[in-house]
């Protein structure tokens, strides 16, 4: 397929391996401060499905060793489906696009006593700022965080298991995640369960629209109007603005916005497995006492996502985290489909 156009908008004219032109990767894709794992480059430059994988459900979310276990499965789940992971992270004040299973190692292992840094789009400055100034620290990237690295490196496609969202009450305190506006300013399409109901759903969808961010939930066949997923049901009582079928759909989608050009994010939500669901009324007795917690307890700003998470887990016997690892295997083995598709539709 000819690159031309593509070529003259891109700053390397090389020739990659196969005849094929290298293409898709910004200046900005290897520095000082962010280093690209050769196969990511290899796989980003031949046009192969790139899959970026966060790494703050590591270092804030899981525990201690279920983490890696979980980063290991992650990424075999994209390997299995045809694409190739890269998983996202910050080590020693640099940032990390594709880390090797020892660097994943060393950032999940400081779940233990929370000494990595939970990275969004304000951290990534000051964080490898840090190491340049002679403090090294390691850092698990949000959502956010995860989404500007993967479009410094080319990827498109990423998936992971919950968006951040405007916090209930958010319209006084104007805690909104970070994760809201990166969609709304950069490329990246993010493929999750929906946010968790301790957030205020319906001013999380509003919020992305004034963003223009097309967010889309797989219906899979089902007919009529389909909700926008709340993480652990696949029932919230609000509908999702658009319904996709399928992976190919979804690809067409982020395929026709990268030629436009729209720049900002797409966010597909895709419910969580039935057999893994849990039923609304129970988890939302344990939603309203773990918000409640986080309040009297005053978990504010960037703590409050993983203190209430991690009460939630507590409240609800451990049954939210079997939820919560099924939901994210799914997302990423449905963002791989949809990296196939995509990959086909570049060629
Ligand atoms: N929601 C979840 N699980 C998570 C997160 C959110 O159900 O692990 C993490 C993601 O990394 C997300 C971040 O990007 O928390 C949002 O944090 P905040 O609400 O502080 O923006
Ligand atoms: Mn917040």
């Known amino acids: 397929?000819?690159?031309?156009?593509?070529?003259?908008?891109?700053?390397?004219?090389?020739?990659?391996?196969?005849?094929?032109?290298?293409?898709?990767?910004?200046?900005?894709?290897?520095?000082?401060?962010?280093?690209?794992?050769?196969?990511v480059r290899d796989a980003v430059a031949t046009g192969k499905p790139v899959v970026a994988l966060e790494t703050t459900i590591y270092t804030?979310?899981?525990?201690?060793?279920?983490?890696?276990?979980?980063?290991?499965?992650?990424?075999?789940?994209?390997?299995?489906?045809?694409?190739?992971?890269?998983?996202?992270?910050?080590?020693g004040g640099i940032a990390r696009v594709g880390m090797s299973a020892e660097e994943i190692m060393e950032l999940a292992s400081t779940a233990e006593k929370k000494t990595a840094l939970k990275v969004s789009r304000r951290d990534l400055g000051y964080i490898c700022g840090m190491g340049l100034a002679g403090k090294p620290i390691h850092g698990g990237t949000t959502i956010s965080g995860t989404m500007i690295l993967s479009q410094l490196a080319g990827i498109k496609i990423f998936g992971t298991g919950g968006?951040?969202?405007?916090?209930?009450?958010?319209?006084?305190?104007?805690d909104i995640s970070a994760d809201l506006t990166e969609l709304g300013r950069t490329p990246v399409t993010v493929i999750s369960?929906?946010?968790?109901?301790?957030?205020?759903?319906?001013?999380?969808?509003?919020?992305?629209?004034t963003e223009g961010v097309c967010v889309g939930t797989f219906a899979d066949g089902r007919e009529g109007s389909v909700d926008f997923p709340a993480f652990f049901t696949r029932d919230s009582g609000f509908r999702s603005p658009r319904v996709i079928q399928n992976e190919a759909e979804a690809a067409a989608i982020v395929y026709a916005q990268s030629k436009l050009p729209v720049t900002s994010g797409i966010h597909f939500a895709n419910p969580v497995p039935l057999e893994a669901s849990v039923p609304k009324a129970e988890m939302d007795a344990?939603?309203?006492?773990?918000?409640?917690?986080?309040?009297?307890?005053?978990?504010?700003?960037?703590?409050?996502?993983?203190?209430?998470?991690?009460?939630?887990?507590?409240?609800?016997?451990?049954?939210?985290?079997?939820?919560?690892?099924?939901?994210?295997?799914?997302n990423v083995e449905r963002a791989t489909r949809v990296a196939v598709e995509l990959a086909k539709l570049e060629e």
């Open 193 to 209: 369960s929906g946010c968790k109901s301790f957030l205020d759903i319906p001013r999380t969808l509003e919020y992305l629209e």
């Open 1 to 39: 397929a000819p690159r031309a156009s593509v070529l003259s908008r891109c700053c390397r004219g090389t020739r990659a391996p196969r005849g094929r032109y290298i293409h898709n990767l910004p200046s900005s894709s290897q520095s000082k401060f962010l280093k690209v794992s050769e196969e």
């Open 163 to 174: 968006l951040g969202g405007v916090h209930r009450g958010g319209e006084y305190s104007m």
């Open 60 to 91: 804030h979310g899981f525990p201690y060793p279920d983490n890696i276990a979980l980063a290991s499965l992650l990424e075999s789940v994209v390997r299995a489906n045809g694409g190739v992971p890269a998983t996202i992270g910050v080590l």
């Open 286 to 330: 344990v939603i309203e006492e773990a918000v409640r917690l986080a309040d009297v307890e005053g978990y504010h700003g960037s703590d409050n996502t993983p203190f209430v998470l991690a009460k939630i887990k507590e409240l609800s016997g451990g049954k939210s985290v079997i939820a919560n690892r099924a939901l994210i295997e799914s």
